[in-house]
């Protein structure tokens, strides 16, 4: 067990004792699909996921106007909490329970299970596409990180795709406090890089202190971590001491953010922060689980699409729920285009084929689907060198770990990703590589027919790479192997991996069948503009880069999968095709943006042509930002509350 910091706070939380989670579990009594039914509601929510349970912890606390809100979700809850959810190292830092009956990826009793269709550009493969399937959603099953994007990005927003000055950074950044309480990181010898001093950390004023979801810091380290991101500063990149006042790039000299509970050592995500037993015993909110909405019910009087229902399925039997005021979508970036789809809303040919009867020709509807795509690549370290492979090779050292976690909320049980942060694409490349690329792209965009979006964000993205700032390449680093190979008994890893930031690539998600408890087809594109490829390359080369600076090079014996042969552009574009998965961050195909430029909700987030249809989820961001997006879901989510009861009152 590391000494030092670590250790001395797990000796002091091993006196405080754990804190549970959820304030009392005693309070929530799960509603039955008929007696929800039977409910008249004002707002009823379809989806309690990351947007959706802000949407109805904030809705149902309002007194002006007082609302009475029903939340429909697919999946299920427990409100004793449930491990596999709460505690971290079975999600990102697992390698011991990574199967499908103890991880929550790939488990239908939480995940969705939906996947690609085959990815020309990857040799025909189909992706899996994990979602939460959970009450919480996809925050329930995700990597805990916890980051803000650019100020650039958010910027755009409000500027590029004419959503005006609320969405903006500055019209943001109340919401991102809004939603967290953040506990700072440690300073002096105790830090993760030893002698950090205060005036090295965010400022507290920058974060959130009285919000729902907790944001803090590892207190576990294994030999790898500080040594990865000060391998960053041995090859001349910088640290970060704030990444999230609005310039996110570079490794974080704190090591990245995390939504987990500094006092419990647990996953701090959607339900568990927005539904405490307190809003769980609300009268004026009911969540009805295991139900999977399957389409809106129309006002047949109204000449103007008004939602006044939602259908759903519960056990086979399907029910009808009215809501007199509001209907809200918050099914997630993969689903809502579905919903909105089996409802009527999308590309009038595309519901004609399946004989749904068309409220709206909306074809924009489900596109402009964006993601962020990773590569992989392990490597193995010198025997003896303290990683997370030790859980698997050492039953005493894991018996002891899982003692402190229950006793004390700590140790590798708790362990996240922690050594990661966005590089630009001029700081990873020669300029003569990235001048190639760049010509290359203007070439291949030459006589293409772009859609107004797209001109308009390729007009962005093709500024933001030129001008060096922003973040295109995301390396991330896993002490431990079992992600590109099969670990060897006894020996021990560094997966060092990365995801690209901004792709040009335009994916896709549409319904194939009006059947509603059908799969949508999902097709991110990934790679199928040779930009995103070769940027991937890049991103693929600065990972051989990155283990040889030093403290880390110390520690690296060489490469496993891909092995040494791997070397040169064609080497790794064949690694890439071959290996290349989704980081889970799909966003865009329910757009906010002005109706000329094809939105799908305008900035008040309602659906174009419709009366009181609102989407609220990672949908409607029209341009991803250069991090994993949850924190900017809950922000969109925060204000979107305050929005949506300004239009009810
Ligand atoms: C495996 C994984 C790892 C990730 N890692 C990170 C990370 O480390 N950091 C980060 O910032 N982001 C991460 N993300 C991304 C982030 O979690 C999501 O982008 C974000 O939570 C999406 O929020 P949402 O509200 O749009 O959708 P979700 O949170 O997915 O919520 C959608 C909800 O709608 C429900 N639903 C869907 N369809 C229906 C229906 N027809 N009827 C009823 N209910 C329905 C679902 O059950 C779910 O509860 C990760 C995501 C995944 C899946």
Redesign the pocket.
Same mark, same amino acid.
Request: aromatic content about 4%; cysteine-free.
């Given at each position: 067990i590391p000494e030092g910091a670590a250790a001395k706070v797990q000796a002091s939380r091993l006196a405080q004792g754990p804190a549970n989670t959820f304030e009392s579990a005693e309070s929530f009594a799960e509603v039955t699909p008929s007696a929800f039914a039977a409910s008249k509601f004002d707002v009823i929510i379809? =989806?309690?996921?990351? /947007?959706?349970m802000v949407l109805a912890n904030r809705l149902s606390a309002s007194r002006n106007p007082a609302l009475k809100v029903g939340v429909? &979700?697919?999946?299920t809850f427990n409100p004793n909490g449930d491990p596999l959810i709460d505690v971290p190292i079975y999600n990102s830092g697992s390698i011991i329970l990574n199967n499908s009956t103890t991880s929550t #990826?790939g488990n239908p009793a939480y995940d969705w299970m939906l996947q690609s269709v085959p990815q020309p550009a990857l040799n025909g493969r189909v992706l899996n596409y *994990?979602?939460? !399937?959970? #009450? =919480? =959603?996809?925050?329930a %099953?995700? +990597?805990?990180?916890?980051?803000r994007g650019e100020k650039e990005e958010y910027d755009a927003w409000g500027n590029t795709f004419g959503n005006g000055a609320g969405w903006t950074w500055s019209g943001l950044l109340p919401y991102f406090r809004k939603s967290e309480t953040w506990t700072p990181p440690r300073t002096g010898d105790d830090a993760l890089l030893e002698g950090t001093t205060p005036s090295q950390i965010p400022p507290a004023a920058d974060h959130g202190s009285n919000g729902p979801i907790h944001s803090s810091y590892n207190t576990f380290e294994t030999a790898l971590d500080a040594a990865s991101i000060l391998a960053t500063t041995s090859l001349g990149h910088p640290l970060n001491d704030n990444p999230d006042d609005g310039t996110s790039t570079f490794m974080p000299r704190s090591g990245m953010t995390r939504s987990v509970d500094p006092n419990t050592g647990k996953r701090s995500y959607?339900a568990s922060a927005y539904y405490t037993s307190s809003v769980q015993a609300r009268n004026n909110l009911n969540v009805v689980l295991n @139900?999977?909405?399957t389409k809106i019910i129309w006002d047949p009087k109204s000449k103007t699409p008004k939602a006044i229902g939602v259908e759903?399925v519960n056990n086979g039997q399907t029910y009808t729920v009215a809501a007199s005021k509001q209907v809200i979508l @918050? /099914?997630?970036?993969l !689903?809502t285009p579905q %919903?909105l789809e089996l409802s009527g809303i999308g590309d009038a040919r595309r519901l004609q084929q399946l004989n749904i009867p068309v409220v709206i020709d909306m074809p924009q509807v489900g596109e402009n689907m964006i993601d962020h795509p990773t590569t992989a690549a392990g490597y193995q370290v010198k025997d003896g060198t303290f990683t997370l492979d030790i859980l698997t090779n050492n039953q005493t050292f894991l018996d002891e770990q899982q003692a402190l976690y229950d006793a004390t909320g700590t140790g590798a049980f708790s362990y996240t990703a922690q050594v990661t942060g966005s590089f630009p694409l001029k700081s990873i490349s020669s300029p003569a590589a990235y001048a190639a690329m760049r010509s290359a792209l203007d070439s291949a965009l030459q006589g293409t027919t772009l859609t107004p979006m797209q001109q308009k964000q390729y007009d962005l993205l093709k500024s933001w790479a030129d001008g060096g700032k922003i973040g295109w390449v995301m390396p991330v680093m896993l002490p431990r192997g079992g992600l590109t190979s099969l670990p060897e008994a006894g020996k021990s890893y560094i997966t060092v991996a990365f995801y690209q930031l901004h792709e040009f690539s335009r994916g896709s998600v549409h319904i194939n069948s009006a059947d509603p408890l059908a799969s949508p087809l999902i097709d991110p594109k990934y790679m199928s503009m040779q930009f995103d490829l070769d940027a991937q390359t890049l991103g693929g080369h600065f990972l051989r880069t990155w283990v040889t600076g030093s403290p880390l090079s110390d520690l690296v014996v060489g490469p496993t999968v891909p092995d040494a042969s791997v070397v040169t552009d064609a080497d790794w574009q064949n690694y890439i095709r071959a290996s290349l998965v989704t980081t889970?961050?799909p966003i865009g195909t329910t757009a906010m943006a002005s109706k000329n430029l094809g939105g799908v909700v305008d900035p008040r987030l309602n659906v174009y042509g419709t009366k009181n249809l609102k989407v609220v &989820? +990672? =949908?409607i961001i029209p341009m991803t930002v250069g991090a *994993? %997006?949850? +924190?900017t879901?809950y922000a969109v989510a925060e204000k979107a509350a305050d929005l949506i009861l300004q239009d009810l009152s």
């Open positions: 379809v =989806g309690g996921g990351t /947007a959706g429909v &979700d697919a999946g #990826l *994990p979602r939460g !399937k959970v #009450l =919480g =959603g996809s925050t %099953i995700h +990597a805990m990180v916890w980051q959607a @139900s999977v909405a759903f @918050s /099914a997630g970036s !689903k %919903i889970h961050h &989820d +990672a =949908g *994993p %997006i949850q +924190a879901v």
